[in-house]
């Protein structure tokens, strides 16, 4: 296919996602009122006054789903990852109204991320070899490449689920990730990928007028998981087919910023000799907020990291190795500084580290619903 028809077709699944997704949300806005899925404020830690509806990742779904039926390659695989989704989005609704327990989302989640790796063979089965001693450039899994691919594809859907903590901030992380795997798709002539990507952007796009701060609707679980599913399993069709250094590298780039969040917060309540699963207030985004940065600007940094790193991500798809895995090593090095800087700052303007919040599910201080930590 010539290069200009590939590009039109990335461009038409784009603005099609996104218009649609405009055009949806405020009916989905009604449907939330309508079934009761609605954030109320409760005291005086929301910074929202009004109650304001969630549920608003329903139309993000529906956009991106349309788009893809125009536009994208429906095969066998696709299609699972397609149905792996809808369940995904099912219990988002459910949990969005109804407040469902950890174990039972838990279990689902499992299931939709099993039906793509069972049957229709999404799965990672090789990394680079690191060990300079061994022979073959491949570390290969065999039978661990299923519970691994399931592992992996749970855990984004919950990372991305754990940062939607400020306005607009889990839907712009994610266009920036979506947008990263397009342009690497591009590159490796992932075409499918490439599409599939360029209308899920174009359904977070479409939709942040309205979850920008002051944020007129949530994504709520609908939609956070949803994104955390399709950067998932995407990552695994385009990103770990890479036979060559950057192909462990790259999907953690592009997905780092949640990566780091969830892994941050297990070592942090493991550390404290609490569960894992047991809620804090120590996420990423809470503490630029109590460093006195107001959501605006706290999301702000956070989209510049993100997009900081899906920036070293492509150049690291489209350097030599050598440059790779120097531009690689700096990112590190330049992320804990930054990591060592925000912690010090806190403790240096507070004297401790934030109160944690009560073990219950309840909305933070941003307005939106407190994503249950217990899936961490």
């Known amino acids: 296919m010539p290069e200009y028809i590939v590009i039109g077709v990335i461009v038409g699944a784009f603005l099609v996602a996104g218009v649609l997704s405009y055009l949806f949300t405020p009916y989905v806005k009604k449907f939330a009122q309508k079934v009761g899925a609605i954030d109320v404020p409760k005291d005086n830690r929301r910074m929202h006054k009004e109650p304001i509806p969630r549920l608003g990742g329903l139309g993000i779904f529906m956009a991106f789903l349309c788009s893809v039926l125009i536009f994208g390659r429906l095969d066998m695989q696709m299609l699972c990852v397609l149905f792996g989704a809808l369940l995904i989005v099912v219990l988002g609704i459910f949990d ?82 979506a947008i990263t795997m397009l342009a690497v798709a591009l590159l490796t002539g992932e075409m499918g990928i490439a599409i599939t990507m360029g209308a899920l952007a174009g ?113 690291l798809t489209s350097s030599g190795e050598v440059k790779a895995i120097f531009l690689l090593l700096a990112v590190i090095v330049a992320t804990i500084v930054g990591a060592c800087v925000i912690y010090g700052a806190e403790h240096h303007m507070f004297g401790k580290p934030p109160q944690e919040q009560p073990p219950e599910d309840k909305k933070d201080e941003t307005g939106q619903k407190e994503k249950d930590d217990e899936q961490d």
Not at 97 to 114: D, N
Not at 120 to 143: A, E
Not at 160 to 171: E, F, H, R, T
Request: proline share 5%.
């Open 96 to 177: 969005d109204i109804m407040a469902l327990g950890a174990k039972l989302k838990f279990v689902v989640q499992i299931v939709a991320a099993a039906i793509p790796v069972c049957i229709g063979g999404l799965r990672i089965d090789m990394f680079t070899n690191l060990n300079p001693f061994s022979d073959s450039p491949y570390f290969h899994l065999g039978m661990l490449a299923i519970p691994v691919t399931i592992i992996w594809i749970v855990g984004i859907t919950n990372a991305v689920n754990l940062i939607d903590g400020l306005d607009g901030l889990a839907v712009g992380v994610s266009s920036i990730a």
């Open 203 to 315: 359904a977070c796009v479409g939709f942040m007028p309205y979850n920008l701060n002051p944020a007129k609707i949530f994504m709520g679980d609908t939609g956070s998981t949803f994104l955390g599913y399709m950067l998932a399993t995407a990552s695994i069709m385009g990103l770990f087919k890479f036979y060559a250094v950057i192909s462990f590298a790259v999907p953690f780039l592009i997905l780092g910023l949640p990566i780091f969040d969830t892994a941050n917060a297990i070592i942090r309540r493991v550390a404290a000799g609490r569960s894992p699963m047991s809620p804090d207030r120590g996420h990423v985004h809470h503490k630029l907020i109590d460093m006195g940065f107001n959501q605006k600007q706290a999301v702000a940094i956070l989209y510049a990291i993100s997009g900081t790193l899906g920036l070293t991500a492509v150049v």
